[in-house]
């Protein structure tokens, strides 16, 4: 794992967090974000193999 998270997920961070001028809180609600993304891509992924969800199995 690096020490920065994506910039998108930075980018996505500075904006819910305008006000925050706390670096480091806005560094660890980037990596959330980027976790979550993550998750809903596996999710996303899981399921379109699964057969009974007309995935291919």
């Known amino acids: 794992m690096t020490d920065r998270p994506p910039e998108w997920a930075l980018q996505r961070a500075g904006e819910e967090l305008y006000d925050v001028e706390d670096v ?19 999710e996303r992924h899981d399921e379109y193999d699964d057969p009974d969800e007309g995935g291919e199995g």
């Open 24 to 42: 480091d809180r806005v560094t660890r609600r980037a990596w959330e974000i980027a976790r979550q993304e993550r998750q809903i891509e596996r």
